[in-house]
Every structure is written in structure tokens, then in C-alpha cells.
């Protein structure tokens, strides 16, 4: 759908800022409703995501000695700033995006990893020392999962000559769906969002049975809110960066809520069916078999376009075609 | 208006707190028994997700401290610290005959007392130990009490 808006209000109110926080608490309330389902339980009430946040937001805020105070405050607000602002780039419920030019997909997916850089600093600015293993933790598998994420959203982007989400969206719908055309991609790509949102099998940097609660061990009320926030809007701006690269692209806010729908059911299965990994077999699975494969299938299309040309003519004409 | 916006807010702020109480579980000297019960409360089978309940690892996000046992020499100081390190407003749930009243262990050389000696407590739940269900209960009588 080609709707244009006034970037103030799509910063603001729709699609991006308010109507994306509230899409947020939605998609988190699917998400832990589909695990508790999983698992054979009942599952919270659906305003529960909402009602944590209030409560949370009204709680007082605790600022421990020995941090850098100004930094305490900033880091949520600066992680669920840059998070909002990649909605931007994105085609969020179907809408074209309100900005993009050429190369937008890389400045989307750095602004996507201003959250996890956040997580590490706010980890290591406490004095807490489960905290500084949950920042290490953090950061140990951005560096695991960045590189096979990227090279994923990166096979659309050069199957198609352009490094424009709007563009890449628009035309991925066209032919066959890049499921099917590029399926190591697409299964990189979303076990690398689960690594970005840190959804259970990569859960290491917040393992509460180990390390309390990681990075956000210090956190208490407002900032914590901020950060669960942040993380839910990366849920769906992740979502729909994989959906419409992946799933034939989106024209309509309902092709939007299938599409992201059908991949949160996804990962909340994946989410219920495996334990958490240790650190350092995320990042040897990531490096080992990620990465590989990812390249493999970069390798594929980059020679499969450069014979196109040469093979096409020739099958055409054995053919008839 | 001042007023009237100031009660919506704090009956929004309610709300949220009835609807999210999030718990931390500490043993300060019990025989275990509780705390064996207290896991079973937060297994698939009695899914206290329902009501929001949510365990949590840290005291800084949490809003019920769940003490089961009489208070020992030893974990008195711990005990008050994790209290301290919980944000406003906290509430506190003792589970067992030893957290009301120091059970069998009352008079040992090595114990204090009971939980209330030591911090403020809000609801006691009776029982040696408590089943699942009584705790459940006791959760849930808590949350109608900050009911204005």
C-alpha cells in the first residue's frame, strides 16, 4: 500500500511511535501466550505485557553506587530510540516505508544493534559482577550472530540489485518467494533474529538460573521498562524485516499479519523446543555452520547471475521457450 | 482537576500492580520442604502465568518476596539486604509454620525467629508445608488487599 505520511506523524503515532509500542506489547503477548501453550499451560492474560510495563514505569528507580549515573539513565532511552527510529526503513504493516534511499538495510540493521551494544554497556557500567559477565555474554554473541544475520538479509539484496528495503519488499514479491528460492538464507536469518532478541536457545546473556538476570541485573523500574520496550518493537521490526524479504514482501497491513504472524509462531516453537546453549556453542554454531552456509548460498547466487545471461538464451531456445 | 487526574493515575497504577506481581524466592533457613512446594507452584501444572506471577532472578525487579523458614543467625543480614535491594513498593509472603513462628526450630541456639522479627511481612501462609494450592491462595489474598 502506497500511503504517504508526514514523517512527524509516522515518527510519533502511526505506523511508527505509539501504535508501534503498543504492536510491540501485542506481539510479545503472542509470543509468550504461544510458549505457554507449548508447554501445556494456560498462559498470561492479554493485557499482561501492558500491565507489566505500568507497573514497572510506576515502581522506584534504584541507582546503585559505583555507576556512572548519567549513563544509567541514558542507555535505555538511547536503545529504544534507535530501535524506533529503524522502524522508519521498514515497511511496517504493509505501508511503504517513509524513508529510504540506496544502502538503508545496512543503517537498519546497525540502529537494530544499538540495542545489544546498550545491553553491554549498561551490563559493564554496574559494579555488579553478574551483570559484567551478562554485558560480555551480550556482546560475545553480537559478534556470533551480526555477520551470518547480514550475509542472510543479503541474498535478497543482491538477487535483486538493490540495497533498498522498499525496493527489496516490492520486488520480492515477484516470482518465486525467497523461501523457496534461498532456504539456507531464510533459516539463517531467523535463528539469527532469535540470537538478536536473545529468545531462548540464545538466552546465555540473561540466564537466570546462572547469572540472575544478566545485564539488566541493576535495572529496577523505569529503565528496565524502557528496555523491555525497546525489545518488543525489535521484535516486530525484526519480524518484518525477515518477512518481507523472505515471504514475498508485503502490500497490504493484513499480508503484514499473516506473514509475521506465521514466523512468530515459528520462533515461539523453535523458542519451547530447545535449551539454552551454552556461549561458546552459540558462537561455534554460528561461526561453524552459520556462516558456511551463508556464504555457500551467497557464492550460488552470485554465480548463478553471472551465467543467467550465458544459460538462459541457451535453455530458451532448447526449449522453445 | 489536579485531583481527578491524580486518581486516575494512581487507580491505573493499581491495576498494573495487582495485574504483575512479580516474585523472588528466598530460603532463609528453612528445612526445605517449602521451598520444594513453592517450585511446584511455579511449574506448568499450576501456571501461575495466569495471574502474572513471574519468578525473577534479581530483587531489583521484583515485587513479592516469597521467605519460607525461621530466620538464622547467619542469613538475618542477607535477608534484610535483599529486602533493602527490592524497589518501593515491596511486599513481603511468608510461607510455612517456621517463617509465622519459627516452627520447631523456635529456641534453637542458631535461629532468630520468625520472618517478621526481622522484616515487615504482609500475608503469612500456614501449612508444614503449605500445599501449591495454599500459596496460590495466599498470592491472591495478597493482591485483593492492595485493593482500595
Redesign the interface.
Known sequence: MNINFPPLVALLLFPGGAFLLFSGLVFEYIDRKLVARFQNRYGPRWFQPLADVVKLLAKEEIIPTGVVKSLFVALPVIALTAALTSALYVPLFGFKPVFSFQGDLIVTLYLLSMMTLCIGLAGANTEDRFSLIGATRALTQLFSYEAPFLLALLGPAIALHTWNIGEINAGAGNGLWFIIAQPIGFVVALVGLMGKLELPPFDAPEAETEIVAGAFTEYSGRGFAIFKIGRDVELVIGLTLVASFYLGGFNSPLDFLWKTLLLLFVTAALQSMFARLRIDQTVGMWWRVGVLMVLLQLVVIIIGQQFAPVVQPALQSLFGG | MENMMQGVMNK??T???I??P?AIHYNSGSCNGCDIEILATLT??F?V??F?IK????P??A?VLICTGPVTLQSRDRLVRIYN?M???KFVVAVGSCGISGGVFQGCYNVVGDISEVIPVNVYIPGCPPRPEAIIHGVVELLKSLQP
Open positions: 491505573v497504577k491495576w498494573a500492580r495485574n504483575s512479580w506448568p501444572r501456571d502465568e495466569r502474572g519468578l525473577q532472578g534479581s531489583r525487579h515485587d535491594q524497589p518501593e513498593p
